[in-house]
């Protein structure tokens, strides 16, 4: 699940790339120029392995292209680079000197260096990416793909985290997904793209990326949606992809000694448009604490405890105990707390995704 849609911009030349094309080419001289001035400047400051992924996202940095959700994803990344590589303030004038001999019409401002510093101080340590390889790839509708990737290194997300999620073929650009999953035993993450109109990103991953492939991911980030310490029922509300978070936490659930009640509703248009349907209809029937309800927007064959939109399909199943956690596409979130406050929910027991996983 993407946490925010994407609003992709044309990447700077130098910072895009198409597989075996000329602009692959070039921004393979670009990192290689980058990475040569960095050397020559500090030696042994940087490896020359982690020169594109630098690179590519400062001049995505500097070029301004991005929405903020993903500008935030990508100084997440950065961030992480800036801690594990012990930099400084005054590596500003190495890192300035080296895009310039790179890509002289892109320099790195003062602004920028800073950008990259005050997310160093809030990331925390560890490293700044994951390659991944895709083992696994599921066409779940016209627009919904799911992936399997298999990190090289254990990834240390809980249920609930937010990923950003990086394509080679656009090194700049890192964009929000939430695992759909707990933690495995093997190490996999299942993520749940849809492919947004004019989004590269997510239309690369849903329709063009492939078993065998490698991505990257950054740091686990935290979005607001971690279940609480003390087992308490609990209604969950998914609008399109925003089932991935919920149903890691369902996952989370099920490997409990204690198991609380849950309501999980699930928000489609169509019934067509239900996705990942006969996986939870098992989970369901294995584990009885859990109840699957559909609601269906735009289908006049859908029971009538099942029409509307999923939060008012949601407040019909709506019990004073329960906590209540939210997730979806931003039309669907944008009033949500106002109408569950409404209903009487406590703003305590109100939990929806930050938009932006840290500010």
């Not at 699940?1 to 911009?9: C, K, T, V």
């Not at 627009?143 to 249920?159: E, G, S």
């Not at 950003?164 to 993450?189: F, I, K, L, M």
């Not at 919920?246 to 198991?259: F, T, Y």
Request: aromatic share 6%.
């Amino acid at each position: 699940m993407s946490i925010a849609p994407e609003a992709d911009m044309p990447d700077h030349p130098a910072a895009t790339s198409g597989a075996g094309g000329i602009a692959e080419a070039v921004f393979g001289r670009t990192a290689a120029r980058f990475w040569d001035t960095v050397q020559d400047r500090c030696p042994g400051l940087l490896p020359e392995a982690e020169a594109p992924l630098i690179v590519g996202g400062l001049l995505r940095l500097v070029g301004g292209g991005d929405d903020r959700p993903g500008r935030l994803a990508l100084l997440t990344v950065l961030g992480r680079v800036y801690r594990e590589h012990r930099l400084r303030p005054d590596h500003a004038d190495v890192f300035g000197a080296a895009l310039t001999a790179a890509v002289p019409s892109m320099p790195l401002e003062t602004a920028t260096w800073r950008l990259v510093e005050r997310a160093a101080a809030r990331v925390g340590d560890g490293p700044a990416c994951w390659p991944v390889e895709v083992l696994g790839r599921d066409r779940a509708g016209d627009t919904i793909t799911i992936l399997t990737v298999r990190p090289w290194r254990r990834l240390p997300f809980r249920p609930g985290d937010a990923v950003p999620v990086n394509v080679p073929q656009h090194p700049g650009r890192w964009r929000w997904y939430c695992p759909a999953n707990a933690p495995r035993a093997d190490g996999t993450v299942e993520l749940h793209v849809r492919a947004v109109p004019g989004g590269d990103v997510s239309h690369r991953l849903a329709h063009q990326v492939r078993p065998g492939d490698l991505l990257r991911l950054g740091p686990p980030t935290p979005t607001g949606l971690a279940l609480p310490d003390s087992p308490t029922p609990l209604l969950l509300v998914a609008g399109g992809t925003g089932l991935a978070p919920l149903r890691a936490l369902v996952e989370q659930i099920v490997e409990a000694a204690a198991q609380p009640e849950v309501t999980l509703v699930v928000g489609a248009r169509t019934f067509v448009d239900l996705y990942d349907a006969i996986a939870l209809d098992k989970l369901a029937y294995i584990h009885p604490w859990l109840r699957i309800v559909p609601a269906l927007s735009h289908d006049p064959r859908a029971e009538p405890g099942e029409q509307g939109d999923a939060l008012t399909v949601a407040l019909d199943h709506l019990r004073p105990d329960q906590r209540v956690y939210v997730c979806g596409p931003p039309a669907m979130l944008a009033g949500s707390r106002l109408r569950l406050l409404a209903a009487g929910v406590p703003a305590d027991r109100i939990h929806l995704p930050e938009q932006i996983p840290w500010r």
